[in-house]
């Protein structure tokens, strides 16, 4: 017996379900908050850097201006 009818229903209607069902089976997954995306790709971007240069990688983004820096932490000894 399927414990599914038991379950907390996790969309508003059976029609979202089945959007995102048909969404996630194209490989296109629910939709992202585009600043979520920016914060997670400039995450990437930082892990990138330190496994093809070494150190500490930080971020700074400015959604006002547009603007995303990905730059080596500076030590204590450099300030």
Known sequence: MSIR???TPRY???NHEIVAGLREAAGAGP???PKMAVKR???QVSAAMALI???D???AVDHQEGFVLVTPRLS???S
Do not use: L
């Open 41 to 43: 790709y400039a995450a």
């Open 5 to 7: 009818h038991r379950i």
């Open 53 to 55: 240069h070494g150190g």
């Open 57 to 59: 990688w930080q971020v």
């Open 31 to 33: 939709p992202v908050d």
């Open 12 to 14: 508003e209607t059976r």
């Open 76 to 78: 204590e000894s450099h």
